[in-house]
């Protein structure tokens, strides 16, 4: 990929059992590239989200710095400044104006920034980058994660090439809507801000806001896209549009499965489907109870084919349903047709399906002719092992 | 209390690990009893509810017939005729109108009512009924529950006393609204059905309504008062109603509260309390974001006064809230005031707070004069567990 150049280092940021682990993450552009971002939907944000939903409206940005030992988050004016000092100092050292630094910042909330750590880190972080160290960014940006997240494709457009490239991070607190974590896309696309935020909406509606690790939705979470043009391949019309935000969205949806599957304590990764629901809303609502459901998510854990917890979980979920008209399968076994159970041989079989590391589970409840999904992992006792001991 | 009797027996409904417990009860009035229920909001319903929601509508019950091994939910027409045919049986048993009988049933969802056994139990159950033996009905009606939740109060109404005693079980899926778990609250006092009503739907409201296990919602779950007017103490006037609602939502709160101490793998009672905000709205949703937040309960469990992830839970609740604001205790210690977070000192003596098996959090919004709370558990490995295995 053409002009982009990467960093990920070991700051000090991190603490306890991560301690010594990269913390401290860079994504350097050689020229300014078209911009696009979408933040956190929660009330509480943190210092990073706030000056960077400002920095992006411009539409432009070069670098982004990102820790991940320190969320910056209820840090108050302080912790504003402190992002906005971590901007500068990357400028500084890049030798850019700071107002095209983008910062993100992920870990524990409430605590201020160590600056001394950053500036100490600053020369190591900004210089020697190459564009083959892009794993080492996408390790920097790791917080529980066990697995790094990176996702690259490269595509023509035109008969020109380019490369898009994702890393992204979970992977507790993911939950919609664009609240699921940090994910950074570089393309060397020449594509508008305009388009490329345009883009970026559909990608991550049918991605990460798509997902479901434990239903709590993080103060900090950002999606940043860059686009520098560098490739050759360029967007000039909207077929050429519609074809990069089919890429785009393949980039997303293999990362955002990636966040699932890496859930905190997760085993498993399930997609599940609702079919024939009355209107759009019906059938997302549907998706979403189902996949939030720690009922359902624990069953899935214990390889139990339990459908009354997600056929309940439906019930719940505020869309219009009648338990007499439900279809419901497992992979590839129909365990409840018309409203009526299939019997212990069905269930046999559905627990046999189970037992597979990706399982996916369609619900249709013939009221309509909406679809939707969603993706979520089941919740094992070391889910609440990490989360229990996350500070300690 | 006069003039109730009850029964709790061994009908061989329950399986697997809990073969062999009680799981049929009865509650019986010498004569039939001004009545009123609440049932679950889910969508999906037992026949049971079905059932009930019809014959509560005369407002007049004399028996209830419940069993904790089968749900008789998702079993379609014959579910609802086994439900009929099951209070058909006690009535002709008991020598009472069969439109008099009320039956309740939790348990495994899908799977139909053995109804032989019901059948079979049926002598056992209506014979030899005393007034001693409401404990007997409490145990028979637990299914993961590992305490039995029984209340009883006296009270006097104009010098005339009177006895209102609640049975209740739990332990999973236990969300509002109305949607909590079984409970069944007997009283001697004389009420007419429609006052009874009101006063329950005040009482679950502020009891019921306000409790947080898993955040699921059952298919089963109803609520059911009867007063049969034994006593002597009557309700007859406006002055006599707001007594007895008082004394009703004691016994519903101290219910309500066994059902989440007892909430499966809980090991902390805690009550978030949300004061200063802009609506009573908001102050429910702040409330209801920070009890069902898998990563506030998980923090709990480890004692770890995480104050950033209540707030962060209030901030996606949809409330109207700005953390440079927020004031937030644990018990008695402040640990955040005005959105600024009081140092390590603070979240040492937080952390002693916690290790208490009963903790008081309050976040105080600052932005209006509305308050609500609710009552939530922690989350263990344990919930995983009972939960992944329930089935098996």
Chains 1, 2 share one sequence.
């Not at 892009?134 to 066990?146: N, P």
């Not at 020449?190 to 909406?201: Q, R, V």
């Not at 459908?307 to 590839?332: K, N």
Request: aromatic share 6%.
């Amino acid at each position: 990929m053409k002009g982009f150049k990467f960093k990920g280092i070991v700051a000090g940021i991190k603490k306890g059992a991560n301690a010594g682990k990269k913390d401290l993450g860079l994504i350097f552009s050689t020229r300014p590239a078209s911009a696009a971002a979408l933040f956190t939907e929660n009330r509480v944000v943190a210092a990073p989200v706030i000056m960077g939903r400002e920095r992006i409206k411009a539409g432009v940005c070069q670098a982004v710095v990102v820790n991940s030992g320190n969320a910056n988050c209820f840090t108050g004016d302080q912790g504003l400044r402190d992002a906005r000092e971590t901007a500068r100092l990357a400028a500084n050292a890049l030798r850019i104006p700071e107002e095209l630094v983008m910062v993100a910042s992920t870990g524990v909330i409430g605590a201020p920034i160590p600056m001394q750590r950053l500036i100490d880190a600053m020369p190591a972080l900004t210089t020697e980058l190459d564009n083959s160290s892009f794993e080492d960014f996408a390790q920097s940006i790791m917080t529980t994660d066990l697995s790094m997240k990176v996702v690259v494709k490269k595509h023509k457009i035109k008969g020109e090439e380019f490369t898009v490239a994702g890393a992204a991070k979970g992977s507790g607190m993911i939950k919609p809507n664009m609240a699921t974590m940090l994910a950074f896309i570089c393309t060397d696309l020449d594509i508008s801000s305009t388009l490329l935020k345009a883009a970026l909406k559909i990608a991550c509606e049918r991605s990460f806001n798509r997902i479901s690790v434990d239903g709590d939705t993080s103060t900090n979470d950002m999606v940043l896209a860059m686009a520098n043009g560098m490739s050759g391949a360029a967007v000039e019309d909207s077929d050429d549009a519609l074809e990069f935000e089919t890429i785009l969205n393949e980039v997303t949806l293999e990362l955002a499965k990636m966040v699932v599957k890496d859930g905190e304590g997760a085993t498993k990764l399930v997609k599940i489907v609702i079919n024939g629901a009355a209107s759009a809303q019906d059938a997302l609502k549907a998706a979403e109870a189902v996949s939030h459901s720690n009922l359902v998510k624990t069953a899935i854990y214990g390889e139990d084919p339990n459908w009354g917890r997600i056929t309940a979980a439906a019930g719940r979920s505020g869309a219009d349903v009648d338990p007499d008209l439900m279809d419901l399968t497992f992979g590839d076994v129909v365990l409840v047709k018309k409203g009526v159970w299939q019997g212990v041989e069905a269930e046999k079989r559905a627990a046999q399906v189970m037992k597979k590391s990706e399982l996916e589970i369609v619900l249709d409840l013939n009221m309509g002719s909406f679809s939707d999904f969603y993706y979520f992992c089941d919740f094992s006792e070391n889910y609440v092992k990490i989360n229990a001991d996350y500070r300690s």
